[in-house]
């Protein structure tokens, strides 16, 4: 089991900043691969971007302006998210994949044009 409590999220002007956090506890030594993906309104969850073995992966989207990282001391994963966009307004999901995935309870991020 791995459980997964998320951070950061608000409401932030276009063109600002935010840096998600999401702390991991339990089993941390099975998680493969973890990520954040998003949901706004009406729309399906979609990928923001995953990290595994040290390699990082975007969606489109938000290439050049989201950078996903992860400090396997503090067992926290991060999104910092510059040049923030009306159109990233959603509830932001952490994940965890052990063979099993995981998901936190998500954060709102809430950008005003």
């Known amino acids: 089991q791995v459980q997964l409590v998320e951070s950061g999220g608000g409401l932030v002007q276009a063109g600002g900043s935010l840096r998600l956090s999401c702390t991991a506890s339990?089993?941390?030594?099975?998680?493969?691969?973890m990520g954040w993906y998003r949901q706004a309104p009406g729309n399906q969850r979609e990928l923001v971007a995953r990290i595994f073995s040290g390699t990082t992966n975007y969606a489109d989207f938000v290439k050049g302006r989201f950078t996903i990282s992860r400090d396997n001391a503090k067992n926290t994963l991060y999104l910092q998210m510059n040049s923030l966009k009306f159109e990233d307004t959603a509830v932001y999901y952490c994940?965890?994949?052990?063979?099993?995935?995981?998901w936190g309870q998500g954060t709102q991020v809430t950008v005003s044009s």
């Open positions: 994940y965890a994949y052990t063979g099993t995935t995981y």
């Open positions: 339990g089993s941390i030594f099975r998680v493969n691969v």
